[in-house]
Protein backbone atom coordinates (compact mmCIF):
# COMPACT_ATOMS: atom_id res chain seq x y z
CA UNK A 1 0.00 0.00 0.00
CA UNK A 2 2.69 2.30 0.55
CA UNK A 3 1.40 4.85 3.01
CA UNK A 4 2.90 4.30 5.94
CA UNK A 5 6.28 5.60 6.81
CA UNK A 6 7.25 3.91 9.78
CA UNK A 7 10.20 2.29 8.04
CA UNK A 8 12.45 1.92 11.35
CA UNK A 9 12.35 -1.45 12.84
CA UNK A 10 14.29 -0.16 15.82
CA UNK A 11 12.43 2.80 16.48
CA UNK A 12 10.10 2.08 19.08
CA UNK A 13 6.39 3.41 19.35
CA UNK A 14 4.77 5.21 21.76
CA UNK A 15 0.68 4.81 21.83
CA UNK A 16 -1.66 7.60 23.73
CA UNK A 17 -4.84 6.86 24.75
CA UNK A 18 -6.32 7.78 21.53
CA UNK A 19 -4.00 5.04 19.65
CA UNK A 20 -4.96 2.55 22.07
CA UNK A 21 -9.17 3.39 21.50
CA UNK A 22 -8.69 2.91 18.26
CA UNK A 23 -6.55 -0.08 17.73
CA UNK A 24 -8.97 -1.87 20.39
CA UNK A 25 -11.77 -0.72 18.21
CA UNK A 26 -10.46 -2.23 15.06
CA UNK A 27 -11.70 -5.68 17.14
CA UNK A 28 -8.04 -7.27 16.20
CA UNK A 29 -5.06 -5.02 18.27
CA UNK A 30 -3.43 -7.91 19.14
CA UNK A 31 -2.70 -9.16 15.33
CA UNK A 32 -2.04 -5.54 14.09
CA UNK A 33 0.62 -5.10 17.36
CA UNK A 34 1.98 -8.59 16.74
CA UNK A 35 2.63 -7.90 13.12
CA UNK A 36 4.89 -4.90 13.67
CA UNK A 37 8.77 -5.58 14.65
CA UNK A 38 8.63 -2.68 16.47
CA UNK A 39 8.72 -2.33 20.59
CA UNK A 40 4.97 -0.82 21.52
CA UNK A 41 5.37 0.93 24.54
CA UNK A 42 2.58 2.76 26.48
CA UNK A 43 2.79 5.34 29.94
CA UNK A 44 1.35 4.52 33.03
CA UNK A 45 -0.49 7.53 32.94
CA UNK A 46 -2.40 6.39 29.59
CA UNK A 47 -3.29 2.98 31.50
CA UNK A 48 -4.29 5.35 34.42
CA UNK A 49 -5.97 7.78 31.80
CA UNK A 50 -7.94 4.38 30.14
CA UNK A 51 -9.09 3.25 33.83
CA UNK A 52 -11.62 5.55 34.39
CA UNK A 53 -12.31 6.20 30.40
CA UNK A 54 -14.92 4.03 30.68
CA UNK A 55 -17.99 5.87 31.04
CA UNK A 56 -19.64 4.31 27.66
CA UNK A 57 -18.97 0.73 28.51
CA UNK A 58 -15.81 0.16 26.45
CA UNK A 59 -13.13 -1.27 28.06
CA UNK A 60 -10.02 -0.38 26.83
CA UNK A 61 -7.99 -0.62 29.83
CA UNK A 62 -8.72 -4.27 29.97
CA UNK A 63 -8.06 -4.69 26.97
CA UNK A 64 -4.66 -2.84 27.07
CA UNK A 65 -4.13 -5.17 30.28
CA UNK A 66 -4.20 -8.46 27.95
CA UNK A 67 -1.97 -6.76 25.11
CA UNK A 68 0.73 -5.91 28.14
CA UNK A 69 0.05 -9.37 29.20
CA UNK A 70 0.63 -10.90 26.34
CA UNK A 71 3.48 -9.11 26.07
CA UNK A 72 2.87 -7.18 22.88
CA UNK A 73 2.91 -3.88 24.45
CA UNK A 74 5.25 -2.53 27.72
CA UNK A 75 4.82 -0.45 30.12
CA UNK A 76 7.01 2.64 31.11
CA UNK A 77 6.37 5.02 34.21
CA UNK A 78 6.71 8.93 34.20
CA UNK A 79 9.33 8.33 36.87
CA UNK A 80 11.24 6.99 34.88
CA UNK A 81 11.35 9.64 32.39
CA UNK A 82 14.65 11.76 32.65
CA UNK A 83 13.99 14.69 31.42
CA UNK A 84 11.53 17.95 32.07
CA UNK A 85 9.84 17.63 29.06
CA UNK A 86 6.44 15.93 30.54
CA UNK A 87 6.11 19.23 33.25
CA UNK A 88 6.84 21.16 30.06
CA UNK A 89 3.97 19.72 28.49
CA UNK A 90 1.27 19.71 30.98
CA UNK A 91 2.28 22.94 33.13
CA UNK A 92 1.33 26.35 31.94
CA UNK A 93 -1.50 27.67 29.86
CA UNK A 94 -3.96 25.47 28.98
CA UNK A 95 -3.87 26.18 25.51
CA UNK A 96 -0.41 25.21 25.51
CA UNK A 97 -0.25 22.29 27.59
CA UNK A 98 -1.26 18.45 27.41
CA UNK A 99 -3.26 16.19 29.45
CA UNK A 100 -1.34 14.01 31.06
CA UNK A 101 -0.90 10.58 29.21
CA UNK A 102 -0.52 12.54 25.44
CA UNK A 103 2.43 14.48 27.75
CA UNK A 104 4.06 11.29 28.83
CA UNK A 105 3.75 9.74 25.20
CA UNK A 106 5.50 13.15 23.70
CA UNK A 107 7.84 13.13 26.50
CA UNK A 108 8.69 9.41 26.03
CA UNK A 109 9.08 9.71 22.44
CA UNK A 110 11.69 12.35 22.48
CA UNK A 111 14.13 10.73 25.14
CA UNK A 112 13.62 7.17 23.14
CA UNK A 113 14.22 8.54 20.26
CA UNK A 114 10.82 6.80 19.28
CA UNK A 115 7.76 7.19 17.30
CA UNK A 116 5.34 9.32 19.09
CA UNK A 117 1.33 7.26 17.82
CA UNK A 118 -0.78 9.87 18.60
CA UNK A 119 -4.06 10.56 16.78
CA UNK A 120 -4.65 13.92 18.37
CA UNK A 121 -4.54 17.54 16.50
CA UNK A 122 -3.27 19.39 19.46
CA UNK A 123 -0.72 16.95 20.63
CA UNK A 124 0.57 16.83 17.16
CA UNK A 125 0.65 20.24 16.51
CA UNK A 126 2.49 21.16 20.15
CA UNK A 127 4.89 18.24 19.45
CA UNK A 128 5.61 19.58 15.73
CA UNK A 129 6.24 22.80 16.87
CA UNK A 130 8.57 22.07 20.36
CA UNK A 131 10.30 19.32 19.01
CA UNK A 132 10.00 19.23 15.07
CA UNK A 133 12.60 15.89 15.14
CA UNK A 134 10.24 13.80 16.44
CA UNK A 135 8.70 11.35 14.08
CA UNK A 136 4.68 11.37 14.59
CA UNK A 137 2.42 8.83 13.31
CA UNK A 138 -1.82 7.93 13.57
CA UNK A 139 -3.09 4.36 14.03
CA UNK A 140 -3.82 4.96 10.16
CA UNK A 141 0.28 4.58 9.27
CA UNK A 142 -0.10 1.94 11.85
CA UNK A 143 -2.67 0.27 9.91
CA UNK A 144 -1.31 0.90 6.99
CA UNK A 145 1.95 -0.53 7.74
CA UNK A 146 3.59 -3.13 5.10
CA UNK A 147 3.96 -5.60 7.60
CA UNK A 148 0.04 -5.46 9.17
CA UNK A 149 -1.14 -5.26 5.71
CA UNK A 150 0.53 -8.24 4.50
CA UNK A 151 -0.28 -9.87 8.29
CA UNK A 152 -4.08 -9.29 7.81
CA UNK A 153 -4.70 -9.23 4.42
CA UNK A 154 -7.08 -6.27 2.31
CA UNK A 155 -10.35 -7.81 3.65
CA UNK A 156 -9.71 -8.37 7.51
CA UNK A 157 -7.65 -4.45 7.50
CA UNK A 158 -11.02 -3.12 5.58
CA UNK A 159 -13.05 -4.60 8.31
CA UNK A 160 -10.64 -3.93 11.35
CA UNK A 161 -10.30 0.29 10.19
CA UNK A 162 -14.30 -0.18 9.45
CA UNK A 163 -14.83 -1.07 13.09
CA UNK A 164 -12.34 1.54 14.29
CA UNK A 165 -13.91 4.01 12.52
CA UNK A 166 -17.85 2.98 13.41
CA UNK A 167 -16.76 1.67 17.21
CA UNK A 168 -14.17 3.95 18.40
CA UNK A 169 -15.28 7.23 16.16
CA UNK A 170 -11.24 6.63 14.45
CA UNK A 171 -9.79 10.24 13.48
CA UNK A 172 -8.44 10.41 9.67
CA UNK A 173 -6.23 13.01 8.96
CA UNK A 174 -6.79 14.72 5.65
CA UNK A 175 -3.68 12.72 4.32
CA UNK A 176 -5.13 9.23 5.41
CA UNK A 177 -8.60 9.87 3.34
CA UNK A 178 -8.16 8.42 0.50
CA UNK A 179 -6.52 5.65 1.69
CA UNK A 180 -9.06 4.82 4.53
CA UNK A 181 -12.10 5.21 1.68
CA UNK A 182 -10.47 3.32 -0.67
CA UNK A 183 -9.96 0.11 1.03
CA UNK A 184 -13.20 0.35 3.50
CA UNK A 185 -15.65 0.91 0.30
CA UNK A 186 -17.72 3.57 0.17
CA UNK A 187 -20.88 1.28 1.08
CA UNK A 188 -18.90 1.34 4.17
CA UNK A 189 -17.65 4.83 4.15
CA UNK A 190 -21.17 6.41 4.27
CA UNK A 191 -21.47 4.60 7.54
CA UNK A 192 -18.36 6.34 9.44
CA UNK A 193 -19.36 9.31 11.28
CA UNK A 194 -15.85 10.29 12.27
CA UNK A 195 -15.26 11.13 8.58
CA UNK A 196 -16.00 14.17 7.46
CA UNK A 197 -19.43 15.25 5.87
CA UNK A 198 -18.05 16.10 2.66
CA UNK A 199 -16.27 12.74 2.41
CA UNK A 200 -19.68 10.71 3.19
CA UNK A 201 -21.27 12.33 0.78
CA UNK A 202 -18.51 11.97 -1.84
CA UNK A 203 -19.15 8.18 -1.27
CA UNK A 204 -22.67 8.67 -1.76
CA UNK A 205 -22.69 9.69 -4.72
CA UNK A 206 -20.26 7.02 -5.96
CA UNK A 207 -22.60 4.29 -4.72
CA UNK A 208 -25.58 6.04 -6.61
CA UNK A 209 -23.68 5.78 -9.68
CA UNK A 210 -22.87 2.39 -9.45
CA UNK B 1 16.95 26.30 38.21
CA UNK B 2 13.53 27.85 37.75
CA UNK B 3 10.89 24.77 36.52
CA UNK B 4 7.59 25.27 35.32
CA UNK B 5 6.44 24.19 38.40
CA UNK B 6 7.73 27.53 39.68
CA UNK B 7 5.73 29.69 38.14
CA UNK B 8 2.72 28.52 40.51
CA UNK B 9 2.75 29.97 43.86
CA UNK B 10 3.01 27.08 46.54
CA UNK B 11 -0.12 28.43 48.01
CA UNK B 12 -1.95 28.59 44.66
CA UNK B 13 -0.81 24.56 44.45
CA UNK B 14 -1.51 23.93 48.09
CA UNK B 15 -5.33 25.18 47.16
CA UNK B 16 -5.73 23.31 44.15
CA UNK B 17 -4.46 19.85 45.75
CA UNK B 18 -6.87 20.73 48.71
CA UNK B 19 -9.55 21.16 46.47
CA UNK B 20 -9.22 18.21 44.19
CA UNK B 21 -8.95 16.11 47.61
CA UNK B 22 -12.08 17.59 48.49
CA UNK B 23 -13.75 16.38 45.57
CA UNK B 24 -12.42 13.18 45.63
CA UNK B 25 -13.93 13.04 48.94
CA UNK B 26 -10.72 11.92 50.70
CA UNK B 27 -9.28 12.96 54.14
CA UNK B 28 -5.87 14.23 54.86
CA UNK B 29 -4.77 11.04 56.89
CA UNK B 30 -6.39 8.71 54.47
CA UNK B 31 -4.37 10.86 51.78
CA UNK B 32 -0.92 10.55 54.19
CA UNK B 33 -1.35 7.08 54.92
CA UNK B 34 -1.91 6.07 50.67
CA UNK B 35 1.14 7.88 50.23
CA UNK B 36 2.91 7.01 53.03
CA UNK B 37 3.37 10.30 54.10
CA UNK B 38 3.08 12.43 57.94
CA UNK B 39 -0.49 14.12 57.80
CA UNK B 40 1.58 17.30 58.81
CA UNK B 41 3.58 17.33 55.77
CA UNK B 42 0.14 17.32 53.80
CA UNK B 43 -1.30 19.73 55.85
CA UNK B 44 2.07 21.87 54.80
CA UNK B 45 1.35 21.41 51.24
CA UNK B 46 -2.12 22.17 51.01
CA UNK B 47 -1.41 25.74 52.96
CA UNK B 48 0.93 26.30 50.94
CA UNK B 49 3.83 26.04 53.75
CA UNK B 50 5.93 23.67 52.03
CA UNK B 51 6.12 23.70 47.53
CA UNK B 52 4.54 19.99 46.59
CA UNK B 53 7.44 18.70 44.17
CA UNK B 54 6.50 17.06 40.97
CA UNK B 55 6.38 13.35 42.10
CA UNK B 56 4.49 14.21 45.09
CA UNK B 57 2.09 15.75 42.61
CA UNK B 58 1.66 13.51 40.46
CA UNK B 59 0.67 10.65 42.86
CA UNK B 60 -1.91 12.81 44.49
CA UNK B 61 -3.50 13.56 41.27
CA UNK B 62 -3.40 9.50 40.28
CA UNK B 63 -5.32 9.10 44.23
CA UNK B 64 -7.39 12.10 43.69
CA UNK B 65 -8.27 10.43 40.18
CA UNK B 66 -7.20 13.70 38.35
CA UNK B 67 -4.11 14.92 35.76
CA UNK B 68 -1.46 17.66 37.08
CA UNK B 69 -2.88 19.64 33.95
CA UNK B 70 -6.74 19.47 35.04
CA UNK B 71 -5.13 20.28 38.25
CA UNK B 72 -2.60 22.87 37.64
CA UNK B 73 -2.68 24.44 34.55
CA UNK B 74 -2.85 27.81 34.38
CA UNK B 75 -6.24 28.30 32.56
CA UNK B 76 -8.41 25.81 34.94
CA UNK B 77 -11.35 27.30 36.80
CA UNK B 78 -10.43 26.63 40.60
CA UNK B 79 -13.74 27.28 42.09
CA UNK B 80 -15.61 24.77 44.10
CA UNK B 81 -19.27 25.58 44.83
CA UNK B 82 -19.61 22.37 46.89
CA UNK B 83 -18.10 23.37 50.16
CA UNK B 84 -20.04 26.70 49.93
CA UNK B 85 -23.27 24.37 50.45
CA UNK B 86 -21.78 22.27 53.17
CA UNK B 87 -20.95 25.36 55.29
CA UNK B 88 -24.60 26.96 54.44
CA UNK B 89 -26.19 22.89 55.21
CA UNK B 90 -24.11 20.55 56.82
CA UNK B 91 -23.14 18.07 56.31
CA UNK B 92 -25.01 17.05 53.08
CA UNK B 93 -26.74 13.97 52.05
CA UNK B 94 -24.99 12.12 49.00
CA UNK B 95 -28.10 13.81 46.59
CA UNK B 96 -27.37 16.81 47.58
CA UNK B 97 -23.73 16.64 47.31
CA UNK B 98 -23.65 14.77 43.80
CA UNK B 99 -25.99 17.63 42.66
CA UNK B 100 -23.80 20.20 44.23
CA UNK B 101 -20.56 18.75 42.76
CA UNK B 102 -22.11 18.34 39.45
CA UNK B 103 -23.39 22.43 39.11
CA UNK B 104 -19.77 23.29 39.51
CA UNK B 105 -18.46 20.78 37.20
CA UNK B 106 -20.37 21.85 34.42
CA UNK B 107 -20.41 25.88 35.32
CA UNK B 108 -16.16 25.48 35.94
CA UNK B 109 -16.31 23.49 32.54
CA UNK B 110 -18.40 26.14 30.94
CA UNK B 111 -16.12 29.00 32.15
CA UNK B 112 -13.21 27.69 31.26
CA UNK B 113 -14.34 27.28 27.46
CA UNK B 114 -15.85 30.42 27.45
CA UNK B 115 -12.33 32.42 28.29
CA UNK B 116 -10.51 29.73 26.21
CA UNK B 117 -12.77 31.40 23.09
CA UNK B 118 -12.31 34.68 24.28
CA UNK B 119 -16.41 34.98 25.55
CA UNK B 120 -17.27 37.15 28.11
CA UNK B 121 -21.32 36.33 29.30
CA UNK B 122 -22.85 39.33 29.56
CA UNK B 123 -24.52 39.92 33.20
CA UNK B 124 -27.50 41.19 33.75
CA UNK B 125 -28.37 41.08 37.11
CA UNK B 126 -31.31 42.96 38.26
CA UNK B 127 -30.21 44.75 41.63
CA UNK B 128 -30.58 42.65 45.28
CA UNK B 129 -33.67 42.80 47.40
CA UNK B 130 -32.53 41.72 50.85
CA UNK B 131 -35.71 40.39 52.88
CA UNK B 132 -36.96 43.22 55.01
CA UNK B 133 -38.46 43.14 58.42
CA UNK B 134 -42.29 43.13 58.09
CA UNK B 135 -44.49 40.72 55.28
CA UNK B 136 -42.59 38.42 53.55
CA UNK B 137 -45.62 37.79 51.42
CA UNK B 138 -46.20 41.17 50.70
CA UNK B 139 -42.65 41.90 49.78
CA UNK B 140 -42.19 39.19 47.25
CA UNK B 141 -44.74 40.04 45.42
CA UNK B 142 -43.39 43.41 45.43
CA UNK B 143 -40.28 42.63 44.12
CA UNK B 144 -41.69 39.71 41.65
CA UNK B 145 -43.96 42.48 39.85
CA UNK B 146 -41.12 45.20 39.97
CA UNK B 147 -38.62 42.20 38.23
CA UNK B 148 -41.03 41.76 35.59
CA UNK B 149 -41.08 45.43 34.77
CA UNK B 150 -37.46 45.40 34.87
CA UNK B 151 -37.48 42.32 32.39
CA UNK B 152 -40.08 44.39 29.87
CA UNK B 153 -42.73 41.49 30.81
CA UNK B 154 -45.63 43.15 32.47
CA UNK B 155 -47.91 40.46 32.96
CA UNK B 156 -47.41 38.50 30.23
CA UNK B 157 -47.17 34.48 31.16
CA UNK B 158 -43.80 33.71 31.31
CA UNK B 159 -43.04 30.75 28.65
CA UNK B 160 -39.71 29.64 29.19
CA UNK B 161 -38.39 30.79 32.63
CA UNK B 162 -34.94 28.86 31.71
CA UNK B 163 -34.16 31.14 28.09
CA UNK B 164 -35.13 33.81 30.46
CA UNK B 165 -33.01 33.19 32.84
CA UNK B 166 -30.01 32.59 30.61
CA UNK B 167 -30.22 35.27 27.81
CA UNK B 168 -32.06 38.06 29.38
CA UNK B 169 -30.15 37.43 32.63
CA UNK B 170 -27.02 35.80 32.19
CA UNK B 171 -27.70 33.27 34.83
CA UNK B 172 -26.04 29.88 34.22
CA UNK B 173 -28.90 27.22 34.07
CA UNK B 174 -28.30 23.71 33.87
CA UNK B 175 -31.23 21.14 33.62
CA UNK B 176 -29.70 17.25 34.36
CA UNK B 177 -31.49 14.25 35.97
CA UNK B 178 -30.49 14.02 39.65
CA UNK B 179 -32.01 12.65 42.40
CA UNK B 180 -35.87 12.72 42.65
CA UNK B 181 -35.61 14.65 46.17
CA UNK B 182 -33.67 17.64 45.01
CA UNK B 183 -35.43 20.00 42.95
CA UNK B 184 -32.99 22.38 42.40
CA UNK B 185 -29.92 24.29 43.48
CA UNK B 186 -28.57 28.01 43.21
CA UNK B 187 -25.55 29.44 43.94
CA UNK B 188 -23.24 32.29 43.26
CA UNK B 189 -19.41 32.87 42.86
CA UNK B 190 -17.27 35.82 41.06
CA UNK B 191 -15.70 33.57 39.37
CA UNK B 192 -18.67 31.90 38.18
CA UNK B 193 -21.66 34.08 37.81
CA UNK B 194 -25.16 33.24 39.37
CA UNK B 195 -25.44 29.30 38.65
CA UNK B 196 -28.80 27.46 39.04
CA UNK B 197 -29.19 23.69 38.40
CA UNK B 198 -33.15 21.81 38.04
CA UNK B 199 -33.71 18.38 38.01
CA UNK B 200 -34.83 17.17 34.54
CA UNK B 201 -36.61 14.52 36.17
CA UNK B 202 -39.48 17.19 37.64
CA UNK B 203 -41.84 17.65 34.77
CA UNK B 204 -41.35 20.78 33.41
CA UNK B 205 -44.24 22.88 35.18
CA UNK B 206 -42.47 21.96 38.64
CA UNK B 207 -38.80 22.91 36.73
CA UNK B 208 -40.38 26.32 36.40
CA UNK B 209 -41.73 26.49 39.57
CA UNK B 210 -38.12 25.59 40.89
CA UNK B 211 -36.84 27.97 38.67
CA UNK B 212 -38.42 31.04 40.29
CA UNK B 213 -37.94 29.81 43.31
CA UNK B 214 -34.52 29.77 42.98
CA UNK B 215 -34.97 33.02 40.91
CA UNK B 216 -36.07 34.41 44.59
CA UNK B 217 -33.23 33.52 46.19
CA UNK B 218 -30.69 35.27 43.44
CA UNK B 219 -32.79 38.78 44.14
CA UNK B 220 -33.43 38.27 47.84
CA UNK B 221 -30.00 36.09 49.41
CA UNK B 222 -27.70 36.26 46.21
CA UNK B 223 -24.64 35.31 48.09
CA UNK B 224 -25.80 32.15 50.24
CA UNK B 225 -26.49 28.86 48.33
CA UNK B 226 -29.78 26.90 47.57
CA UNK B 227 -30.92 23.78 47.62
CA UNK B 228 -34.89 23.58 47.19
CA UNK B 229 -34.73 19.55 48.85
CA UNK B 230 -38.70 17.93 49.56
CA UNK B 231 -37.57 17.52 52.69
CA UNK B 232 -36.07 20.77 53.54
CA UNK B 233 -38.07 22.72 55.88
CA UNK B 234 -40.44 25.44 54.04
CA UNK B 235 -41.34 27.93 57.01
CA UNK B 236 -37.95 30.14 57.24
CA UNK B 237 -38.28 33.39 55.77
CA UNK B 238 -36.53 32.93 53.10
CA UNK B 239 -38.42 30.25 52.13
CA UNK B 240 -41.70 31.71 52.53
CA UNK B 241 -40.21 34.75 50.57
CA UNK B 242 -39.13 32.53 47.66
CA UNK B 243 -42.72 30.72 47.29
CA UNK B 244 -44.21 33.78 47.54
CA UNK B 245 -42.27 35.17 44.67
CA UNK B 246 -42.33 32.63 42.88
CA UNK B 247 -45.99 32.41 42.71
CA UNK B 248 -46.22 35.84 42.20
CA UNK B 249 -43.44 36.04 39.11
CA UNK B 250 -45.32 33.20 36.95
CA UNK B 251 -48.99 34.16 38.25
CA UNK B 252 -48.74 37.41 38.65
CA UNK B 253 -52.04 38.49 40.41
CA UNK B 254 -53.26 41.09 37.85
CA UNK B 255 -53.28 38.77 35.17
CA UNK B 256 -54.40 35.27 36.97
CA UNK B 257 -58.01 37.62 38.00
CA UNK B 258 -58.27 38.65 34.38
CA UNK B 259 -57.55 35.13 32.48
CA UNK B 260 -59.67 33.42 35.41
CA UNK B 261 -62.78 35.88 34.57
CA UNK B 262 -62.56 35.60 31.04
CA UNK B 263 -61.72 31.32 30.95
CA UNK B 264 -64.85 30.97 34.05
CA UNK B 265 -67.00 33.45 32.17
CA UNK B 266 -70.69 32.24 32.67
CA UNK B 267 -69.55 28.94 34.34
CA UNK B 268 -70.73 28.28 37.90
CA UNK B 269 -68.12 26.15 39.02
CA UNK B 270 -64.52 25.69 38.35
CA UNK B 271 -64.11 23.05 36.33
CA UNK B 272 -61.25 20.66 35.97
CA UNK B 273 -61.11 21.89 32.10
CA UNK B 274 -60.62 25.60 33.65
CA UNK B 275 -57.64 24.18 35.57
CA UNK B 276 -56.10 22.62 32.29
CA UNK B 277 -56.50 26.18 30.41
CA UNK B 278 -55.37 28.38 33.23
CA UNK B 279 -51.84 25.95 34.18
CA UNK B 280 -51.29 25.94 30.91
CA UNK B 281 -51.33 29.40 30.17
CA UNK B 282 -49.43 30.26 32.81
CA UNK B 283 -46.44 27.45 32.01
CA UNK B 284 -47.50 25.83 35.89
CA UNK B 285 -48.57 22.89 37.30
CA UNK B 286 -52.25 22.15 37.81
CA UNK B 287 -51.90 22.40 41.60
CA UNK B 288 -49.64 25.13 41.58
CA UNK B 289 -52.67 27.45 39.72
CA UNK B 290 -55.55 26.07 41.49
CA UNK B 291 -53.61 26.76 44.92
CA UNK B 292 -53.11 30.30 43.49
CA UNK B 293 -56.81 30.53 42.57
CA UNK B 294 -56.86 30.12 46.59
CA UNK B 295 -54.47 32.38 47.37
CA UNK B 296 -56.23 35.22 45.76
CA UNK B 297 -59.22 34.07 46.76
CA UNK B 298 -61.02 33.27 43.26
CA UNK B 299 -61.75 29.69 44.86
CA UNK B 300 -62.91 28.52 48.03
CA UNK B 301 -59.09 27.10 50.25
CA UNK B 302 -59.28 23.77 50.11
CA UNK B 303 -60.36 23.40 46.29
CA UNK B 304 -57.55 21.58 45.21
CA UNK B 305 -57.96 19.29 48.35
CA UNK B 306 -61.04 18.57 47.20
CA UNK B 307 -59.81 17.74 43.13
CA UNK B 308 -57.45 15.55 45.13
CA UNK B 309 -59.98 13.66 46.74
CA UNK B 310 -61.93 12.89 43.77
CA UNK B 311 -58.92 11.54 41.07
CA UNK B 312 -57.20 14.73 40.69
CA UNK B 313 -56.39 16.38 37.89
CA UNK B 314 -54.98 13.49 35.68
CA UNK B 315 -52.82 13.99 32.52
CA UNK B 316 -54.91 12.14 30.50
CA UNK B 317 -57.68 14.72 31.31
CA UNK B 318 -55.32 17.55 30.23
CA UNK B 319 -54.92 16.20 26.99
CA UNK B 320 -58.56 15.84 26.39
CA UNK B 321 -58.49 19.64 26.86
CA UNK B 322 -55.08 20.75 25.48
CA UNK B 323 -53.60 17.84 22.64
CA UNK B 324 -50.66 18.06 21.74
CA UNK B 325 -50.39 22.19 22.59
CA UNK B 326 -48.04 21.71 25.18
CA UNK B 327 -45.45 20.50 22.73
CA UNK B 328 -42.34 18.07 23.40
CA UNK B 329 -40.29 19.11 26.44
CA UNK B 330 -37.32 19.54 24.94
CA UNK B 331 -35.17 20.41 27.96
CA UNK B 332 -35.59 17.15 29.69
CA UNK B 333 -34.97 15.03 26.09
CA UNK B 334 -31.35 17.68 26.44
CA UNK B 335 -30.72 16.04 29.75
CA UNK B 336 -30.40 12.73 28.44
CA UNK B 337 -27.32 13.55 26.59
CA UNK B 338 -23.73 13.45 27.99
CA UNK B 339 -23.43 17.14 28.34
CA UNK B 340 -25.48 20.40 27.73
CA UNK B 341 -26.32 21.92 24.50
CA UNK B 342 -24.40 24.94 25.21
CA UNK B 343 -21.09 22.94 26.65
CA UNK B 344 -21.18 20.80 24.09
CA UNK B 345 -20.91 23.57 21.08
CA UNK B 346 -18.34 25.35 23.02
CA UNK B 347 -16.38 22.27 23.23
CA UNK B 348 -16.77 21.63 19.74
CA UNK B 349 -15.77 25.36 18.88
CA UNK B 350 -12.40 24.79 21.06
CA UNK B 351 -11.91 21.16 19.58
CA UNK B 352 -11.99 22.81 16.32
CA UNK B 353 -9.72 25.65 16.91
CA UNK B 354 -7.59 23.43 18.48
CA UNK B 355 -7.05 24.86 22.12
CA UNK B 356 -7.61 21.83 24.19
CA UNK B 357 -6.41 18.42 23.19
CA UNK B 358 -8.88 15.21 23.12
CA UNK B 359 -7.97 14.24 26.64
CA UNK B 360 -7.80 17.28 28.13
CA UNK B 361 -11.52 17.99 27.21
CA UNK B 362 -12.86 14.98 27.87
CA UNK B 363 -11.67 15.41 31.23
CA UNK B 364 -13.14 18.83 31.72
CA UNK B 365 -16.58 17.40 30.40
CA UNK B 366 -16.08 14.33 32.82
CA UNK B 367 -16.93 12.56 29.21
CA UNK B 368 -14.69 9.43 28.46
CA UNK B 369 -12.91 10.02 25.24
CA UNK B 370 -15.50 7.84 22.41
CA UNK B 371 -17.96 9.40 24.07
CA UNK B 372 -16.72 13.01 23.47
CA UNK B 373 -16.00 11.41 19.84
CA UNK B 374 -19.67 10.85 19.25
CA UNK B 375 -20.83 14.41 20.10
CA UNK B 376 -18.45 15.97 18.23
CA UNK B 377 -19.60 14.28 15.23
CA UNK B 378 -22.93 14.60 16.22
CA UNK B 379 -22.50 18.46 15.87
CA UNK B 380 -20.19 17.76 12.67
CA UNK B 381 -17.11 19.35 13.77
CA UNK B 382 -14.61 17.61 13.10
CA UNK B 383 -13.29 17.45 9.76
CA UNK B 384 -12.44 19.62 7.03
CA UNK B 385 -13.10 22.80 6.28
CA UNK B 386 -15.20 21.69 3.74
CA UNK B 387 -18.05 20.56 6.24
CA UNK B 388 -19.13 24.56 7.53
CA UNK B 389 -19.87 28.01 5.86
CA UNK B 390 -17.85 30.92 7.08
CA UNK B 391 -19.05 33.51 9.33
CA UNK B 392 -18.69 37.13 8.78
CA UNK B 393 -18.42 38.77 11.78
Known amino acids: MGLSSLDDETAPFIVDASTVINLNGTNCAAAILGALPNRIIVMDAVIDELRMDNRSSRDDAKLLASLLADGLVSEMTIEALKDDHFEHLVLGNTADTLDDGEAAAIACAIEMQAVAVIDERKAKRICRARYPWVIIASTVDVLAHDRVVKALGDERLAEATYHALSAARMRVLPEHIDWVVNLIGAKRAVLCPSLPGHVRAAAWQKIAKT | ?393
Open chain 2, 1 to 393: MTTQLDQLSAEEIGNRLRMARDAAKLKQSEVAEELEIARTTLVAIEQGQRRARMDEIRRLAKLYGTSINALLRTGAVVTDLAPQFRRQYGRQDDAAEQAARLLTELAQAEVELENLLGVKRSRNYPPERPILPGDVRTQAEHDALELRQWLGLGFNPVTDIVTLLELQLGVRVYIRKLDVRVAGLFAFDEALGACMLLNANHPRERRAQTAAHELAHFISTRRRPEILDERENLNSKEERYANSFARAFLTPSPAVKLKFKEITAGAEKLTRRHVVILAHFFGVSREAMVRRLEDLDLTRDGTWDWFATYGGITDEQAHQVLGDLPGPDKHSADAGKPTTLQLGLLAAEVSQQGLLSEGQLARLLHLDRVELRRMLDGLQIEGSEADGAVLTR
